[in-house]
């Protein structure tokens, strides 16, 4: 059983990052972006043991606890079996 | 118009960053994790008047050449409408 996490800056949260990565690619010649928000990605796999409601409640909670600052993070977890 | 690209470490690659992860949330008591694998994320926002076609070719080659590095990380990207 995978969980996936996505971890990203809440919209009104200036990216720096992001804002780089836009101007190389307008430099390299990308025409039409509006804009780039760079973000983290988790996966994390369970023993197949474990039941699938336990499995989201805890990767739930170890996203807010653990991976994301939810003062300027959003995250979003998706569970596949 | 929306694309995201996930950028993740090659399975045969070490990722220390997920095992330290990894360690913190099972000293932090959460049980019958195998695995974390720590990734990148990014959400690229394209002008709504580009073509859906020239922006998957666009998002692929970006993430190709400026956001993925081939030798040590896979990238999967997802256009939508």
Redesign the interface.
Known sequence: MKAKV???LKPSVLDPQ?KA?HH??ES?G?A????????????????P??DIN??RT?VE??AK???ANPVIEDYKVEVEA
């Open positions: 996505f971890v990203t992001g990565i190389s690619v390299l990308f039409g972006i509006g804009d780039v928000r760079q973000g983290k990605y988790f996966e994390i796999t369970f023993d043991s474990t336990q499995a805890s909670r170890i606890d653990v991976l």
